[in-house]
């Protein structure tokens, strides 16, 4: 959704977002791993999984995508894949397009996106005019969007409010990293991490987020790769 409302964002800016995201994703799943200041990729068969889901689909090619810029030693270093997206530039730019298209065609499908036809005389001629309608269901999604971004800005003054559910917390930054707020996220975290230590919390809690906390996602910059 947030490739496919208009003028929100910096196009550019987004897709490295959405990249970064991606591999921090497979990061958590264990398909990529960090070491050295290099990825590895291990879970090579993932690309050839059956995947009914068209994202799924464009996942696993942006993985491809990885694997080709990797070469034979599956060793992803510093600026390769972006000295791969140099030389494949047209092919990556083909690949958002296709989420692009692939986000309009499912928004249209539940009817959250529609086309007004128009039909006008213009002399002899009859001529058609289309118009993409957002609705308000559209707009209210993308509220929500904004509504996700405020609450991780504001997460660490929100949790003494809420259940502290650790394991959602990989994928609140995975969120922040698609908002361009991820540092600041990062951060947040910390400081929640360094408070809940202090204060009476169960061993549990504590023990889950120092682990959380020595994660590779929380410690590196992935942009470094694009």
């Known amino acids: 959704i947030l490739l496919s409302i208009n003028n929100l964002f910096n196009n550019n800016i987004l897709q490295k977002r959405l990249v970064v995201a991606l591999i921090m994703k497979w990061i958590l799943e264990g398909r ?11 879970n090579k068969d993932f690309v050839n999984d059956k995947a009914d889901d068209n994202y799924i689909h464009l996942e696993k090619e942006l993985f491809t995508y990885l694997l080709r810029a990797a070469g034979a030693n599956g060793c992803l270093e510093k600026n390769e894949f972006k000295k791969w997206c140099n030389r494949n530039y047209n092919e990556l730019i083909l690949w958002f397009d296709r989420i692009e298209i692939n986000a309009e065609s499912y928004y249209k499908n ?25 609705t308000r269901e559209l707009k209210l999604e993308a509220l929500k969007l904004f509504g996700l971004q405020k609450f991780l800005l504001d997460f ?5 409010k809420q259940t502290i559910e650790v394991s959602l917390w990989n994928y609140y930054l995975i969120c922040a990293e698609l908002f361009g707020i991820a540092d600041k996220v990062r951060k947040e975290l910390n400081n929640l991490k360094e408070d809940i230590e202090n204060k009476e919390y169960s061993k549990v809690i504590i023990k889950d987020i120092t682990q959380l906390s020595r994660n590779t996602i929380y410690n590196i910059n992935f942009l470094q790769f694009l």
């Open 32 to 42: 990529i791993e960090f070491q050295n200041n290099s990825l590895f990729i291990k």
């Open 156 to 160: 660490g003054r929100m949790y003494e």
């Open 110 to 134: 539940i009817e959250l996106i529609r086309i007004n036809t128009v039909e006008t005389n213009n002399f002899f001629k009859k001529e058609t005019k289309r118009t993409t309608v957002f």
